[in-house]
């Protein structure tokens, strides 16, 4: 069972930076294709950055140049720094995790980001 643990939401006002951390329980990323998604009130959960299959990297439009997703394999952790923030990014950011092999999707329990204009 895969458990992922999201951390570093918070306020920040518009323009400012904030970096998201998603710790995972075991050595997953060898059968998981991780990414990151938000779910603003009343919206669908969208995607916002994730690895691809070959270990490339992939965003949604409304975020390019803004946001980058990494990860530390030692620590079993993906990171979203987000920069230039603005209040359209403001929603519950989830830690996902899809296993390649199996379909199965997992996801985090969320963190709140909040930007103020």
């Known amino acids: 069972q895969v458990q992922l643990v999201e951390s570093g939401g918070g306020l920040v006002q518009a323009g400012g930076s904030l970096r998201l951390s998603c710790a995972a329980s075991g050595s997953i990323f060898t059968r998981n294709v991780m990414g990151w998604y938000r779910q603003a009130p009343g919206k669908q959960r969208d995607l916002v950055a994730t690895?691809?299959?070959?270990?490339?990297?992939n965003y949604a439009d409304s975020v390019k140049g803004r946001f980058t997703i990494s990860r530390d394999n030692a620590k079993n952790t993906v990171y979203l720094q987000m920069n230039s923030l603005k209040p359209e990014d403001t929603a519950v950011y989830y830690c996902n995790a899809y296993n390649t092999h199996t379909g199965s999707m997992y996801w985090g329990q969320g963190t709140q980001v909040t930007v103020s204009s």
């Open positions: 690895f691809t299959r070959v270990g490339s990297t």
